[in-house]
């Protein structure tokens, strides 16, 4: 293998369908994955992460624009990058008929690997997952978030050089999310790149070495999660739930960012003083907190990653 381990120059695609508007997913997406790296693509549901990793995983053709992957261009030959990739859809549901083992041994086999490192692999998986305990249960019958697990547990198993991963954690407990990540990040360490969609802002915090924030099909953004929050320009927030209207007043303390009827205020500390007294004659209420990534996202987007 050569080159960076995923980059894409100008992707777009374009959705036609006879009798409906045309509906642009991509409008131009570049990006670069580096060797070894955790990196989310964040943004709200229909954002466009989806499709983005459909196209590179070889899934989805493009519009226009190129994917090279391990600087194979997966458009001329995509038989020859699939080998290097594994993929964790959305909503992908492990078969039916098989157990979670079953499932995890069979895809390891399909991809060619020995019976024994195949079934070492498995067990590995199953536990680090949670699974052991339900290892043998047929898939129909486990919940939601079982299924779930065991789809992670599957790609995790490969080990493979790039791991796609769809909202891999929907549906599933905080613990299990904790285990997920803890797996992430020692694929990382053993050489593996990981490319991951989440709309749950702590995720792409605690898990991604970088990410990007994806809205209508644009790159809004780019950086580490320390970097985004910095460029909302303070450390400290406040919160004014009833303070959208009141926005203008607020403007010369900092970014300010408003979400419906509420106002978020992003001020350094020595402004906080003032803005709290401006509050408190306003007759209005707030809240105070460090800056997170929720505030480097509103600036970025405009509006919550919740908000339809």
């Given amino acids: 293998?050569?080159?960076?381990?995923?980059?894409?120059?100008?992707?777009?695609?374009?959705?036609?369908?006879?009798?409906?508007p045309t509906v642009e997913a991509l409008k131009?997406?570049?990006?670069?994955?580096?060797?070894?790296?955790?990196?989310?693509?964040?943004?709200?549901?229909?954002?466009?992460?989806?499709?983005?990793l459909r196209i590179a995983s070889t899934l989805l053709r493009p519009t226009s624009g190129s994917v090279e992957i391990f600087d194979i261009d997966i458009a001329a030959a995509p038989q020859k990058a699939r080998p290097?990739?594994?993929?964790?859809?959305?909503?992908?549901?492990?078969?039916f008929h098989l157990t979670p083992r079953e499932q995890i041994y069979t895809y390891l086999r399909a991809r060619g690997f020995a019976r024994e490192t195949a079934k070492a692999r498995t067990e590995e998986a199953l536990d680090r997952m949670g699974l052991t305990g339900f290892a043998n249960q047929l898939s129909v019958t486990l919940s939601g978030g079982q299924r779930q697990r065991t789809m992670v547990a599957t790609v995790i198993a490969t080990e493979a050089p790039l791991l796609f991963l769809d909202e891999p954690t929907i549906g599933m407990d905080p613990f299990a999310r904790r285990e997920v990540w803890a797996s992430l990040r020692a694929l990382t360490q053993k050489g593996s790149t990981i490319l991951l969609t989440t709309h749950y802002l702590d995720e792409a915090e605690v898990l991604s070495q970088r990410?990007?924030?994806?809205?209508?099909?644009?790159?809004?953004?780019?950086?580490?999660?320390?970097?985004?929050?910095r460029s909302v320009g303070g450390t400290l927030k406040v919160l004014i739930p009833d303070g959208a209207s009141q926005a203008e007043r607020f403007r010369s303390f900092g970014t300010c960012v408003t979400d419906g009827l509420s106002l978020t205020v992003v001020v350094s500390p020595n402004a906080l003083g003032e803005v709290m007294g401006l509050v408190t004659r306003s007759g209005m209420t707030a809240t105070v907190g460090p800056v997170t990534l929720e505030e480097a996202f509103l600036r970025a987007v405009g509006?919550?990653?919740n908000e339809d």
């Avoid at 995923?6 to 992707?11: E, H, I, M, Q």
């Avoid at 290097?84 to 078969?95: D, H, L, R, T, W």
């Fill in 303 to 305: 509006r919550s990653i």
């Fill in 84 to 95: 290097y990739i594994a993929v964790v859809p959305q909503e992908g549901k492990p078969f």
């Fill in 211 to 229: 990410l990007y924030i994806v809205e209508r099909g644009v790159v809004l953004s780019s950086g580490t999660a320390e970097e985004l929050k």
């Fill in 28 to 52: 131009g997406v570049s990006m670069e994955v580096h060797r070894g790296e955790r990196v989310a693509l964040l943004g709200r549901n229909g954002a466009g992460k989806t499709t983005f």
């Fill in 1 to 20: 293998m050569s080159g960076e381990a995923l980059r894409s120059v100008d992707l777009r695609k374009t959705y036609q369908s006879r009798g409906a």
